[in-house]
């Protein structure tokens, strides 16, 4: 039986994106793995995995990215010139709020540091990067990305999680994918810093800015650096933090 996505037969997908070629899974472990794969195997920039399903899929900090059918679970090959993950990670939050943006049909997707999309202070999606180097030298990107879109939450995320379809009912894994894989997939030719307009964009939907922090650094959010990093300040001074995760004071 021929795999297909909400109707869409999986050999059409590479196509209909305009992505070097597009593989669609019933079950994975993690489509970072598979993407994984992909790069040591010398696939192209821009190689697209979905699975309906992963098993083991991550999060930051080796968290659990709970991953049932209904969701987008999307892994992307990149090979990108630079290793700035911070600002990849960035410029891909900024393609998945737009998407979301389009389909809900209004400006609703905020962005929390350093890679969580929010609708209505729930989130519904997430972006992780992960490199393999061969010395110095940067050998590919896999960027994961999870979004809830049609797929069941357990009853104790629904507080601090949401699903898509609960503001767009009958919303289609297909419609998001058809917004996301070419954007996700072009991020790495944005260069290694985020621009101006990158920087703006984000401020426009930095769901941190001016609240007081615990962690990663006490003090308070004060936006992006051009590379991706937070920035905090203390009082005495700002501080851009690459890594750690947010707690609120």
Same mark, same amino acid.
């Given at each position: 039986?021929?795999?297909?996505?909400?109707?869409?037969?999986?050999?059409?997908? /590479?196509?209909?994106?305009? @992505?070097?070629?597009?593989?669609?899974?019933?079950?994975?472990? =993690?489509?970072?793995?598979?993407?994984?794969?992909?790069?040591?195997?010398?696939?192209?920039?821009?190689?697209?995995?979905?699975?309906?399903?992963?098993?083991? +899929? &991550?999060?930051?900090? +080796?968290?659990?990215?709970? =991953?049932? &059918?209904? +969701?987008?679970?999307? +892994?992307?090959?990149?090979?990108?010139?630079?290793?700035?993950?911070?600002?990849?990670?960035?410029?891909?939050?900024? @393609?998945?709020?737009? /998407?979301?943006?389009?389909?809900?049909?209004? =400006?609703?997707?905020?962005?929390?540091?350093?890679?969580?999309?929010?609708?209505?202070?729930?989130?519904?999606?997430?972006?992780?990067?992960?490199?393999?180097?061969?010395?110095?030298?940067?050998?590919?990107?896999?960027?994961?990305?999870?979004?809830?879109?049609?797929?069941?939450?357990?009853?104790?995320?629904?507080?601090?999680?949401?699903?898509?379809?609960?503001?767009?009912?009958?919303? &289609?894994?297909?419609?998001?994918?058809?917004?996301?894989?070419?954007?996700? /997939?072009?991020?790495?030719?944005?260069?290694?810093?985020?621009? #101006?307009? #990158?920087?703006?964009?984000? /401020?426009?939907?930095?769901?941190?800015?001016?609240?007081?922090?615990?962690?990663?650094? @006490?003090?308070?959010?004060?936006?992006?650096?051009?590379?991706?990093?937070?920035?905090?300040?203390?009082?005495?001074?700002?501080?851009?933090?690459?890594?750690?995760?947010?707690?609120?004071?």
């Amino acid at each position: 039986m021929t795999l297909t996505l909400d109707g869409v037969p999986a050999h059409f997908l /590479a196509r209909r994106w305009g @992505v070097p070629q597009a593989a669609l899974f019933r079950t994975l472990p =993690s489509s970072l793995d598979a993407v994984h794969d992909l790069g040591a195997s010398g696939a192209p920039s821009g190689s697209t995995v979905i699975a309906e399903e992963q098993t083991a +899929g &991550r999060g930051r900090d +080796g968290r659990t990215w709970r =991953s049932p &059918r209904g +969701g987008a679970w999307l +892994g992307v090959l990149l090979r990108p010139s630079h290793a700035e993950f911070g600002a990849l990670a960035i410029r891909t939050g900024l @393609v998945v709020a737009d /998407a979301v943006d389009e389909l809900l049909g209004r =400006s609703r997707a905020r962005l929390k540091w350093p890679n969580d999309v929010l609708v209505d202070d729930r989130k519904v999606a997430g972006v992780l990067c992960e490199g393999r180097w061969q010395g110095d030298a940067l050998q590919w990107l896999a960027v994961g990305v999870g979004v809830n879109v049609c797929n069941p939450l357990p009853p104790d995320l629904v507080p601090r999680a949401a699903a898509l379809e609960e503001f767009r009912p009958g919303l &289609r894994r297909v419609d998001l994918l058809d917004r996301l894989v070419p954007g996700v /997939a072009a991020v790495a030719a944005g260069g290694a810093a985020l621009t #101006e307009a #990158e920087r703006r964009a984000f /401020a426009e939907r930095d769901w941190l800015e001016g609240r007081a922090l615990h962690a990663p650094a @006490v003090g308070r959010a004060a936006g992006i650096g051009a590379d991706g990093a937070l920035l905090v300040t203390t009082g005495a001074a700002t501080l851009a933090v690459r890594d750690g995760h947010v707690e609120l004071a």
